[in-house]
């Protein structure tokens, strides 16, 4: 048996373990809880909000960032948490015995962001890997914004580098800033393309480049744009790709997954709410960011309540996002803010007020917010599903593929990357 036969079987494996596991609680993760009341509390196992209700504050943020907590220890819950762990666990990439990018002088890294030079960082050694290896021409990089990562192989790694965009005044203030900063012995060209990749209208100067001697990269390819970006790159017969997806919420569950022919004989279903607990951010946060979170749920569900019972409106709608100062002030003023969006009478403070405090000190309230935490820990797993539907795309058209996760979580939380090598 050839070695791209036991990684498909290998992945193929590991989806229908995946599968297998997450089957029995699609009531769960499929449907946001609030959606379903009054009866959003049948669905959690009592045995586990019984286990959770014994925990401090502290300790249910430790749980929500996916810590170990001693009072868990040996309970249903926990046993769920480790099976979770290591349907998800991912290798790393690079690898130790991979070679790391050298260092940069201060002026390379000049208006990136803290998050953009470490994905930066992880990503040029595997780059320059695979040159090494394989020896294609340039990269490409699709919506590559002010093209710092493009500038970065161009001008330092001595890798040719287009970067890719739709939105003129990024790659415009790229361009400034390319012809500002310094470039070292060695140095390759950086091209900028203005273009909406994926569009008919511009396949042709797309075609001018995506070829057999080119790499693509899809950094944070939001919603079906990283199925574009692997489509091109089978269509064109690029040397490989890199794929980073994100922002799942933005497909289209009934024509843009699954794409596998393997999960078309048999798959989850996935809609809006499933493929948007997928694109959550899954690493630790802090305690403080972990209380707002905490109090946008409540303040949401108590609008809801409020909706539900006093003005009888039981469908459920989005109101919008808020500023997060909004949710450390009085829950009247965020309450009376969204009845005005939508058109309603406000109402007076007092009685708002009044109403939440009464909401908080019901058992029930506790519940749902813990349940939440429940349901928020098969996100990173729902993920990993989708993204094993590209990887078996990609070995059925005869790629080499591998799965790995290319940056640390806390700062990049979208860290899986596809690698694909013909």
């Keep these: 048996m050839s070695i791209t036969k036991l990684e498909q079987d290998f ?8 599968y297998d596991f997450l089957l029995p609680y699609s009531s769960l993760w499929s449907n946001e809880l609030l959606n379903l009341y009054p009866h959003d509390l049948e669905l959690i196992p009592k045995k586990w909000l019984e ?3 014994i925990l401090s504050e502290e300790e249910l943020y430790d749980f929500d960032c996916k810590k170990n907590v001693e009072k868990l220890k040996n309970t249903e819950l926990e046993k769920i948490l480790q099976q979770l762990k290591s349907l998800t666990t991912l290798p790393t990439s690079p690898k130790p015995d991979h070679p790391q990018m050298s260092p940069l002088e201060d002026w390379a890294w000049v208006g990136v962001k803290s998050k953009k030079q470490h994905e930066i960082e992880n990503i040029v050694p595997v780059l320059q890997l695979i040159k090494n290896q394989h020896s294609f021409n340039h990269v490409i990089d699709i919506g590559g914004g002010v093209g710092h990562l493009a500038r970065i192989l161009a001008h330092y790694e001595g890798i040719e580098a287009y970067s ?3 939105d003129q005044s990024f790659q415009s203030s790229g361009k400034k800033r390319a012809e500002k900063y310094r470039k070292l012995p060695g140095a390759k060209p950086l091209h900028f393309i203005n273009l909406t990749f994926g569009e008919k209208k511009d396949e042709l100067e797309l075609k001018k480049i995506a070829n057999e001697k080119a790499f693509i990269l899809g950094l944070h390819t939001c919603g079906n744009l990283a199925n574009k970006v692997i489509e091109t790159s089978l269509d064109f017969k690029t040397h490989g790709l890199l794929s980073f997806g994100c922002c799942y919420h933005k497909l289209n569950s009934e024509t843009e997954f699954p794409v596998s022919q393997f999960y078309q004989k048999k798959h989850l279903s996935f809609g809006l709410f499933a493929l948007t607990l997928a694109t959550r951010a899954h690493g630790a946060i802090s305690f403080e960011d972990y209380r707002t979170k905490k109090q946008v749920k409540l303040y949401r569900f108590a609008l809801h309540l409020w909706l539900y019972h006093e003005l009888g409106i039981k469908d ?3 109101v919008g996002e808020n500023n ?3 949710y450390h002030g009085a829950f009247s003023i965020y309450a009376n803010q969204k009845l005005q969006q939508l058109n309603l ?3 007076e403070a007092q009685i708002l007020d009044s109403f939440y405090q009464d909401f908080l000190a019901k058992p029930e309230t506790h519940d749902f917010y813990l349940g939440n935490l429940i349901r928020w820990q098969f996100g990173r797993a729902l993920e990993v599903y989708i993204l094993l539907d590209r990887a078996l795309n990609l070995m059925e058209k005869g790629m080499k593929v591998s799965m790995a996760t290319y ?4 700062l990049s939380p979208r860290n899986i990357g596809i690698l694909a090598t013909r």
């Design 345 to 347: 009478p406000t109402v």
């Design 51 to 53: 286990e959770l209700r």
């Design 324 to 326: 997060t100062r909004d």
């Design 164 to 166: 890719l965009d739709r």
């Design 11 to 18: 992945y193929q494996d590991w989806s229908l373990r995946l």
């Design 407 to 410: 940056f640390d979580e806390s």
């Design 316 to 318: 459920q709608f989005s």
